[in-house]
């Protein structure tokens, strides 16, 4: 027992993001997730946006389309999946209708 905890311990923490649903339907229990970020420039100062898409597992089938939800890493689950859904912290605004193309574009929801 003192041996797993120890272990665990070692291991490090797993890291959480936070990001928003750009494709939830096209295969079952995965998610395509955007997170975005801002990293200044070294040179000139400025504030550059980045982002970073990632795959993830939606065991229940939770997040829509335009969710902002919370992602923790783990194991690899396939080729690309390496993150899991732990919560979906927004729901997407289900009466204006999302569009799919300021969703991929990176437009906050």
Partial sequence: MA????SKATRGR????IGI???A???PKTLRVIVQYRVKHP????????????????EKGEAALGDRVELVEC????????WRLV???????????????????GVPV
């Fill in 87 to 105: 919560r979906v912290v927004t729901r997407a605004p289900q009466d204006q209708g999302v569009d799919p193309s300021e969703v991929a574009a």
């Fill in 3 to 6: 041996e797993a905890a120890q």
């Fill in 43 to 58: 040179r000139y100062s400025k504030y550059v946006r980045h982002r970073t898409v990632l795959h993830a597992h939606d």
């Fill in 75 to 82: 194991r690899p689950l396939s080729k690309t999946k390496k």
């Fill in 14 to 17: 797993r890291r959480r993001v």
């Fill in 25 to 27: 339907r096209k295969t």
């Fill in 21 to 23: 649903v750009t494709a």
